[in-house]
């Protein structure tokens, strides 16, 4: 089992910044997918940012350039550096850990509004 908590959540304005933090307890040595994903009213959840498996980064088109993953040796945080941020950024957003062949464990989202 997985637990995770995301922060960092708020108000921006455009072109603003904001940092969000995972936080993982439990059993994390045998995590090998961590990655955020948002969410507005009434879309699916989509993809954001991730490391593979080799531990390399992938963004979504929507984001490169403006968005920074990164975590901790531990595994035990996670972090996104969001940049320029745009309305468009507007959503809840999750952090997601999973094991080869196991459940996918979820944060509870935390908000994130960009408006002047």
């Known amino acids: 089992q997985v637990q995770l908590v995301e922060s960092g959540g708020g108000l921006v304005q455009p072109g603003g910044s904001l940092r969000l933090s995972c936080v993982a307890s439990?059993?994390?040595?045998?995590?090998?997918?961590m990655g955020w994903f948002r969410q507005t009213p009434g879309k699916q959840r989509e993809f954001v940012a991730r490391?593979?498996?080799?531990?390399?980064?992938d963004y979504a088109e929507s984001v490169k350039g403006r968005f920074s993953i990164s975590r901790n040796s531990d595994k035990n945080t996670m972090y996104l550096q969001m940049n320029s941020l745009t309305s468009g950024d507007t959503a809840i957003y999750y952090c997601a850990y999973a094991a080869s062949g196991g459940p996918i464990y979820w944060g509870q989202g935390t908000q994130v509004t960009v408006s002047s």
């Open positions: 490391f593979t498996k080799e531990g390399s980064r």
């Open positions: 439990g059993s994390v040595s045998s995590i090998n997918y």
